[in-house]
Each structure stands twice: as structure tokens, then as C-alpha cells.
């Protein structure tokens, strides 16, 4: 382990910051990170010791280096989980290339187009779910319903299992939101379930097999790597991983997005008056708040900024923080549709940038259209603040809008 370098203006709280738990950052962390940016590549001696990236160039340097820092550690202090490594998020090269080119053909731009119009159809549903009510708790009904939803097309599953899926989320994965412990033992569990049921579905539909696939499950029992069919547990693995995936940043970003806008009426305004500015709003929105936190195990020593680090230590990519880096990007703190730089690490980089990134842009800009269509004049209501954390993620657990 190496020392911080000399000179560097680190916060007082820095040495025992618990990045996943601390209130501060729970509360609003942008104020946090503007003075982390001020101390490049600070440390924490915090969860066994972690360094903290916090510039835009600093976390895209740890990003885009595979071969100094290891995608086989996401959190501090390391966990292991259920079924060993995940696929194909946890594996480093060259195991990680084989995995990433399959999956990559059925999460490209064609392939997502052919769920958009589903995907619409699942969004026009949940908002005439609500359709009447002059309120409505957004986070519950419409954020995380809808990328269950598309995952389902996504996977080539039947709505009632995806509502068992969904049951089984909110019962294990969702619990004890601000609780690291809870949650963590609530994921371990709810994983290992769906580990076993997506391994008997895998089996399931590898015995007939002879008809066009309808889903990823449907590919995944057909793909072949090195000439070989994949086993029960390398699909299961890969099954829980990407439903996971592509779940819970989605419905974080959708609701982070609709807390600024619905304090933000001239946002709102602009969004429903020009539809055709909304790709470019989601960009924004997201560089505004890049919500995910990862780690990485250093491999070799390696220098970041002016910091050396040690091969063995941890180091945390806050890509929220990078997002407001005014080194990066005029007037960070402002969310600007007209801004010609929303370049952002939402979706990572290098080589293990998300593959899910063309779905997620998908739901996201169907949902802002979809919104700005059907409720022209929504707000958030002010006797009840939207209830929010930061950790891994930076999300909404609760808006409630008026309609």
C-alpha cells in the first residue's frame, strides 16, 4: 500500500469514510465529491482500506486499464457470491471476451429495437394504471414495474413469472435499502433462488430447443463456446446476472431523473414541448447523475494522477463524481438539454463498458416521451421530499408527483 502523495488538500472524514453506508453521502453527495476532486486519489482505511477515484480522468484511467485493476473485486471489503464469479461482469481477460462477443449480438442496436415496441406498450400500461388519480408514488408504479417488464421480452419470459420475479426482488434484493448487512444477506439469499430457478428453466428449454428462440434464455441453451454448449450453471450465472443488470440501475436512473425534473418545471415544460430533444435530455440527465459506484483490486502497481498504488489494494470509481467534474464540463452543477458535452460514464468503459447500455437508453427515452405525453403538468409534491441513498447506486426509494 502506498501513502497518499504530498500536498494533496484530502477532507478531515476521508480516513474513515464507509462509502456505502456514510449519511452524508445518503443525503446528497455531490458536496462530498466536489471535495474529493480536491484530493486526488484519496484513501479511506475504512471496509480493510480503498483508494477513491473521483475525477472524470482518474475513474476513466481506472476504467479503461484492465490489465492493472481486476473486474474479479465490485465492492469493499470483497464478498463472494453464491456462484462464484458473475458472467460476465466479474471476469477479466481473456476469459471475459468470449462471454461479452455473445452476448453483446442479442443487446446491439437491431436487437433492442425489435422489444421498442413492446417496451411502449408496457409503459402506455402502467401509466393508464394510474390514469384518474391526481397522485401518484412514481418509484412503486411505474420506475421499477417497467424495466421488469422489458427484461421479460428481453429474456422470453411469461408475465407470470415475471411477477414472481418481481415479487421475489422487492421480498430480497430491495430489503433494508440503508442497512448494508440486511441487504447483503437478503441479496445472498434471493440470488441463490434465482440461481436455482433459472438453471431448471435453462433445462427446460434446452430439450426443445428446435423452434425459432424467443429470449435470451432461449440462445443462451443453442450458443456454443469453444465448440461446446454451455453448462446449467454457466447459464444460470449468466441469467441472474444480466436480469440484476438490467433491472435495478434502470429504474434508479428513471426515477433520479423525474426528482429533478419534477422541481425543475421548466425542464418539464421544455421536454413536452420538444419530444425531440429527448435522447439528448437523457444524456444529460445521466452525466448530471452517473449513479454507479464499483471497485476494482489493483493487479500491479500503477500510477493514477501522481498516485502510485499497490498491487493487493482496492480502489472505488465514483462515477457520479466524475460526472460533475468542472474540469470536464461548464457549470457541472446545472442540468443543460443545450450542453454540447454530455459525455458521461454511466455505462463504465473499456472493456467492460455495460452491454445493456442500448436497452437502458431505450426504456429511458420511451418513459421520458411517454411521461411528458400523458402528464403534461406533473410536480412533485411538496409535503412528501423524495426519500433517496447513495452507495453502490444513487437512487429514489420514494416521489411521490402530483398529477
Request: include cysteine.
Amino acid at each position: 500500500m502506498s501513502a497518499p502523495a504530498e500536498g494533496s488538500a484530502c477532507p478531515a472524514w476521508l480516513p474513515t469514510l464507509d462509502i456505502w453506508t456514510d449519511t452524508g453521502l445518503h443525503a446528497d453527495p455531490y458536496p462530498m465529491f466536489e471535495e474529493l476532486r480536491a484530493c486526488p486519489m484519496g484513501r479511506s482505511e475504512a471496509l480493510g482500506g480503498y483508494w477513491v477515484a473521483s475525477r472524470y480522468a482518474d475513474v476513466l484511467a481506472v476504467l479503461q486499464d484492465s490489465k492493472s485493476f481486476s473486474n474479479e473485486v465490485l465492492f469493499v471489503p470483497p464478498t463472494k457470491d453464491p456462484s462464484g464469479r458473475r458472467i460476465p461482469i466479474e471476469l477479466d481477460p481473456p476469459e471475459h471476451g468470449p462471454f461479452k462477443a455473445m452476448l453483446a449480438q442479442w443487446f446491439s442496436p437491431p436487437a433492442v429495437r425489435k422489444w421498442e415496441s413492446r417496451a411502449r406498450e408496457h409503459f402506455r400500461s402502467l401509466l393508464a394504471a394510474v390514469e384518474g388519480r391526481d397522485e401518484v408514488e412514481f418509484v412503486s408504479a411505474v420506475a421499477v414495474s417497467f424495466p421488469f417488464l422489458v427484461m421479460g421480452e428481453v429474456f422470453g419470459l411469461d408475465t407470470e413469472t415475471v411477477d414472481m420475479l418481481r415479487e421475489w426482488d422487492e421480498a430480497g434484493m430491495r430489503k433494508g435499502t440503508n442497512d448494508l448487512e440486511a441487504r447483503r444477506t437478503a441479496t445472498r439469499s434471493t440470488r441463490v433462488r434465482m440461481l436455482e430457478f433459472f438453471g431448471d428453466l435453462a433445462e427446460q428449454r434446452s430439450k426443445d430447443s428446435s423452434g425459432p428462440a424467443s429470449g435470451m434464455i432461449d440462445e443462451l441453451v443453442r450458443a456454443e463456446l469453444d465448440g461446446e454448449r454451455l453448462s446449467r450453471d454457466v447459464i444460470a450465472n449468466i441469467c441472474v446476472t444480466m436480469w440484476n443488470a438490467g433491472l435495478h440501475t434502470t429504474s434508479n436512473v428513471l426515477s433520479n431523473s423525474m426528482v429533478h425534473l419534477s422541481a425543475r418545471p421548466e425542464l418539464r415544460d421544455r421536454l413536452r414541448a420538444e419530444p425531440d430533444i429527448v435522447p439528448g435530455a437523457v444524456e444529460e440527465l445521466m452525466r448530471y447523475e452517473s449513479i454507479v459506484s464499483q471497485a476494482r483490486v489493483v493487479v500491479r502497481d500503477v500510477t493514477i494522477g501522481d498516485q502510485r498504488i499497490s498491487a493487493g489494494d482496492h480502489i472505488v470509481t465514483l462515477t457520479g463524481s466524475a460526472g460533475r467534474d468542472s474540469d470536464v464540463y461548464d457549470q457541472p452543477d446545472v442540468i443543460d438539454f443545450d450542453r454540447t458535452n454530455k459525455r458521461h460514464l454511466m455505462f463504465g468503459a473499456g472493456l467492460h463498458r455495460c452491454i445493456g447500455a442500448h436497452v437502458a437508453r431505450m426504456e429511458l427515452q420511451i418513459a421520458l416521451s411517454e411521461i411528458h405525453a400523458a402528464w403534461p403538468n406533473y410536480r412533485a409534491d411538496p409535503a412528501r421530499p423524495a426519500r433517496r441513498h447513495t452507495g453502490l447506486e444513487r437512487g429514489t426509494d420514494e416521489l411521490w408527483l402530483l398529477l
